[in-house]
Structures are given as structure tokens and as C-alpha cells.
């Protein structure tokens, strides 16, 4: 499961950098939380590959990001 959400977590970084969103982690975790409505504890978790979102979370993520889930995961 590491390597799982590892791999989430630089599809992710990458899905953020093609927005703009900060480089810094602190400021983008807290970008992330906002367009989330998540915790700030939480999106640091997710942008340093730490957890993987539950089923849920994970489509919304997708959502914002207009890309597919399954592409976050690296299973497309």
C-alpha cells in the first residue's frame, strides 16, 4: 500500500503544479485542504504520499482535478 499511495501522491503534486497551485508544501497542503474542505493535517498526508483517500475523498479529488481516479492510483 506505500508504493500506492506514493504513487497518488506525485500524480497528485503533478495534477497541482499543472494548476498553479504553490510549491511549498505548507501552502500547498493548505490550498489543497481549502479546495478539499478537508484538514490541513490531512492534505499534507495526501501531498506527501503518507495515506490514500478513502473511495470518496478520492473521487472528489479526481473531480476537482479533472482527471480519472483510477489514473491518480496508477491503475490507467
Known amino acids: 500500500m506505500q508504493q500506492t499511495a506514493k504513487h497518488f501522491s506525485d500524480q497528485l ?6 494548476l ?7 501552502e500547498r497542503a493548505n ?15 495526501l501531498l506527501e504520499g503518507h495515506v490514500l483517500p478513502d473511495q470518496d475523498l ?5 473531480s476537482e482535478l ?4 483510477e489514473w491518480l492510483l496508477g491503475k490507467k
Open 66 to 69: 479533472d482527471v480519472e481516479a
Open 13 to 18: 503534486n503533478k495534477s497541482l503544479d499543472d
Open 31 to 45: 490550498a489543497l485542504s481549502k479546495m478539499l474542505d478537508i484538514p490541513k493535517q490531512q492534505a499534507w498526508s
Open 20 to 26: 498553479g497551485l504553490p510549491q511549498n508544501s505548507r
Open 58 to 62: 478520492l473521487q472528489r479529488v479526481a
